[in-house]
């Protein structure tokens, strides 16, 4: 009795991992017809094309940043990395941090800032992403450069950034 016992043991055990691999290896021929199925969707669009560092991208979009809430942070930052990886080199992203919103760039935020959000901020300033602090705000709060990540650009009035930007071409995006 104990010996059958063993033979279903081990059956099961088999059973179990040839369908692990018989499932990664369909996860993989998965994976491998979506990557062929947009690599013919660049050919049709065009985003194949060779890009030179410098180039001008075709698309130009700046963010609007201005609240603490930590859903919005959320929902912000990730609708800044899906476009990127949407556009790749081919998009200049400019995030206007002001009023509550600027606690994203400060080295020491006076608002709950999570840290989770914080690596994708300066991940995202890696991959080219510009994140801009407003003056105003900053003097508001007794902030200099300073109290600011190393990456952020000041610019004396947020607001006026978030026109000017668009004066120059760029998709204003708000929540």
Known sequence: MPEK?????????????RRRLLGGALAGVGVAALGSKSVAAQDDTGLDELRFP????DHKVVFQFNHADLGY???VIFSVGEVLRKYGDN?????????EGIHILGKKPGR???QE??????????YGVEFHACGNTMASLNWSEEDLVDFAQVVQVGAADLMELQEQGYAYISW
């Open 117 to 126: 959000i914080r690596q994708r901020v300066s991940s995202l300033a890696h």
């Open 5 to 17: 016992r063993a033979d279903s043991v081990l059956k099961k055990g088999f059973d179990g991992m």
């Open 91 to 99: 998009v200049k992203i400019i995030v206007v941090a002001f009023a």
């Open 112 to 114: 709950q800032v999570k």
């Open 73 to 75: 942070q959320d929902h």
């Open 54 to 57: 410098g180039d001008e991208p």
